[in-house]
């Protein structure tokens, strides 16, 4: 079987796991085109105050992004050089979906095919507890690099594709299976554009606030339409609606 000879290793970091409220704080890749293999890393400035449990995870701190460039003047040119080409990844479809998000949410289009190491090691090396990425790179003795950052993780997801590659004889795969386990495919994800949060929307969130004594959330004023409505329902159901009268 030949091995994929073009493609894309993406790894993204984010302020958390929800496409429409958080935001790619790191994006790393490995762009492969046969023999020419180029690496690509970059801090990406955001709005959002990161939460201590995220820069736990990755080591990424506000101090570090406050320099940082913004998103839209990194994305676009990683867009359109990497036009074509399929992408790479360990659970690709949530890197996919971020990037998808942020392309329409800027008037971009993204679509991609993709090839998922998470379920080829699921069918490759059944014989493991469990397949998290960490878990395959110390099964192949790959190294990590410091895990949960952008660039190490394409790098090393990269070299798990090999791995793989390599262990097919030994998951008894046959030719016909193999060729189609590692055919990318068409990644899917509904992106709508987001919209910002209305005049009205801030300022009923505000009355809201200044009525019941609690404190303006941190990041409200970055929310856009869907999540301010969300979130106002939590709080509404959390104190309580405030009377006509104070609107």
Known sequence: MEKLREYVSLDLEMTGLNTTSDQII???AVIVKGDEVEQLQSLLRTDHPLSDKITEITGITNEMLKDAPLAEDVLPDFIRR???LPLLGHRISMDYAFMK???VNHKMS???LGLDTL???????PDLVDHKLLTMLEAYGIDPGQHHRALDDAIATADLLDCLYQDLPKAGITDEEAERLFRPQILQHRAKK???ATPAQIRYLKRFCAYHG???PQDAMLWNRSQMSRETDRMVEKYGKIPKTEL
């Open 26 to 28: 790191e994006i790393g």
């Open 82 to 84: 990497t036009e074509g």
């Open 101 to 103: 998000q942020w392309a």
């Open 110 to 112: 993204y679509e991609r």
């Open 119 to 125: 379920k080829l090691s699921r069918r490759i090396r």
């Open 194 to 196: 987001q919209t910002p």
């Open 214 to 216: 609690i404190e303006l």
